[in-house]
């Protein structure tokens, strides 16, 4: 089976898939003006808390210790910023009220890991750190994302400074990137989780369509609940990062009644349930060639299919309650210390001496270059010896 084909190939659209819309059914919570009021907070505040952080402390442990040392400059980003990424969890499980249903094999806390997802819609890539924030390694998530992600305020400077790995679309362009990226989390020192979505975008009727006339014409299965995965980017990820995993996670993600946006996160509306599976697979049960790998992946997500045909039918995926709760208290005193911090640096900003204010100034200016530029710091000892490196081959 040649499954790279599936990078290149030109999907048809024809009328064979009929997956159930969504569309037209009512939310789980209706859009009141309490909503309103308290998403419109919520927004603020999130953006708000993310702004105060970033500019205050990614100089500091994103540049200057980066200097010194990436293993620590990276422990001191993952714990700062986890802080700040646990708001989210919180949001979702204990102000919005959503269950987020786990099943499968429970997996043991703080493995490097490469994970795998199904990508239904626009918020999957976010209830990953609600299994992540179980397993105490929130702040080591890293995902692979489209550029355009990267253009965002403020948040794109924070995907930048948690070296998400943005990408074009485009094999021939992103391949360098990637790979460049990938050796760069080979030290097993640092934990590592790597989520990638390997259908490339997020699921709707059209996509399916395409990808089914697609598998249809070239022998591959024909998919109605996930799309035809590419391949490339999986098998790069296992090339370059192989010795120094522990396992991958496959994770099977649904939604009850239907898919939320984002906005129905914020506002509280929708989803009233999420339900994750997950299936962890030992890295010495990965196939070691490309092409016995990119097989794998698409018979994977003929399973995925398979369980999301099952889900829709049963209402759950099987062996759940897998995971603990998390908690209410320490959620809400994460969430007040991150709400004092950011309005004594913004008490600062406003009131502090001039030099305070130049910080904050040169800290957005850097931020906003280095994330356009995609310019991360290298450490001095390493940069040095890059030189003489260079300079000794010129001489030999």
Same mark, same amino acid.
């Given at each position: 089976?040649?499954?790279s084909?599936?990078?290149?190939g030109s999907?048809k659209?024809?009328?064979?898939?009929?997956?159930?819309?969504?569309?037209?059914? =009512?939310?789980?919570? /209706? +859009?009141?003006a309490?909503?309103? #009021?308290?998403?419109?907070?919520?927004?603020?505040?999130? $953006? @708000?808390?993310?702004?105060?952080?970033?500019?205050?402390?990614?100089?500091?442990?994103?540049?200057?210790?980066?200097?010194?040392?990436?293993?620590?400059?990276?422990?001191?980003?993952s714990?700062?910023?986890?802080?700040w990424?646990?708001?989210?969890?919180?949001?979702?499980?204990?102000?919005?009220?959503?269950?987020?249903?786990?099943?499968?094999?429970?997996?043991?806390?703080?493995?490097?890991?490469?994970?795998?997802?199904?990508?239904?819609?626009?918020?999957?890539?976010?209830?990953?750190w609600?299994?992540?924030?179980?397993?105490?390694?929130?702040?080591?998530?890293?995902?692979?994302?489209?550029?355009?992600?990267?253009?965002?305020p403020?948040?794109?400077?924070?995907?930048?400074? =948690?070296?998400?790995? /943005? +990408?074009?679309?485009?094999?021939? #362009?992103?391949?360098p990137?990637?790979?460049?990226?990938? $050796? @760069?989390?080979?030290?097993?020192?640092?934990?590592?989780?790597?989520?990638?979505?390997?259908?490339?975008?997020?699921?709707?009727?059209?996509?399916?369509?395409?990808?089914?006339?697609?598998?249809?014409?070239?022998?591959?299965?024909?998919?109605?609940?996930?799309?035809?995965?590419?391949?490339?980017?999986?098998?790069?990820?296992?090339?370059?990062?192989?010795?120094?995993?522990d396992?991958?996670?496959d994770?099977?993600?649904?939604?009850?009644?239907?898919?939320?946006?984002?906005?129905?996160?914020?506002?509280?509306?929708?989803?009233?349930?999420?339900?994750?599976?997950?299936?962890?697979i030992?890295?010495?049960?990965?196939?070691?060639?490309?092409?016995?790998?990119?097989?794998?992946?698409?018979?994977?997500?003929? +399973?995925?299919?398979?369980?999301?045909?099952?889900?829709?039918?049963?209402?759950?995926?099987?062996?759940?309650?897998?995971?603990?709760?998390?908690?209410?208290?320490?959620?809400?005193?994460?969430?007040?210390?991150?709400?004092?911090?950011?309005?004594?640096?913004?008490?600062?900003?406003?009131?502090s001496?001039?030099?305070?204010?130049?910080?904050?100034?040169?800290?957005?200016?850097?931020?906003?270059?280095?994330?356009?530029?995609?310019?991360?710091?290298v450490?001095?000892?390493?940069?040095?010896?890059?030189?003489?490196?260079?300079?000794?081959?010129?001489?030999?």
């Open positions: 089976m040649n499954c084909s599936i990078e290149d999907w659209e024809v009328d064979v898939c009929s997956p159930l819309k969504s569309d037209s059914k =009512l939310k789980h919570k /209706p +859009l009141n309490f909503r309103v #009021v308290r998403g419109v907070l919520c927004l603020v505040v999130f $953006l @708000s808390t993310a702004f105060t952080i970033l500019v205050c402390f990614a100089p500091v442990v994103a540049v200057l210790l980066r200097l010194f040392s990436i293993h620590y400059s990276r422990k001191a980003t714990f700062l910023f986890a802080r990424l646990a708001l989210w969890p919180f949001l979702f499980e204990k102000i919005n009220g959503t269950n987020v249903v786990f099943s499968g094999d429970t997996v043991p806390p703080r493995e490097r890991i490469l994970i795998i997802a199904n990508h239904k819609t626009e918020v999957d890539w976010m209830y990953l609600d299994l992540a924030l179980r397993k105490g390694s929130l702040g080591y998530v890293k995902y692979v994302l489209k550029s355009s992600l990267m253009k965002l403020v948040f794109g400077w924070g995907f930048h400074v =948690l070296e998400f790995i /943005p +990408l074009k679309r485009k094999w021939e #362009v992103d391949e990137i990637l790979r460049k990226m990938l $050796l @760069s989390f080979a030290d097993p020192r640092d934990p590592l989780w790597l989520s990638i979505f390997p259908e490339g975008t997020d699921y709707d009727e059209e996509k399916c369509k395409k990808s089914q006339t697609f598998a249809a014409e070239n022998g591959l299965p024909v998919l109605s609940h996930v799309l035809l995965p590419r391949t490339k980017g999986f098998c790069a990820c296992l090339e370059a990062l192989r010795g120094s995993l396992a991958v996670y994770l099977t993600i649904a939604y009850k009644n239907q898919c939320p946006s984002f906005m129905d996160n914020a506002f509280g509306v929708d989803p009233s349930e999420v339900h994750i599976h997950v299936r962890r030992p890295m010495e049960d990965i196939p070691e060639s490309s092409t016995d790998a990119a097989s794998w992946l698409v018979d994977t997500f003929h +399973l995925k299919d398979n369980m999301l045909s099952d889900f829709h039918t049963r209402g759950h995926f099987p062996n759940e309650g897998g995971e603990e709760d998390i908690s209410a208290f320490k959620g809400l005193v994460n969430f007040m210390l991150i709400l004092i911090l950011t309005v004594v640096i913004i008490y600062l900003t406003i009131f001496s001039v030099w305070f204010k130049i910080y904050i100034g040169l800290s957005c200016a850097y931020l906003a270059s280095a994330t356009y530029f995609e310019i991360q710091p450490p001095v000892l390493d940069f040095v010896k890059a030189t003489l490196v260079c300079n000794r081959l010129r001489c030999e």
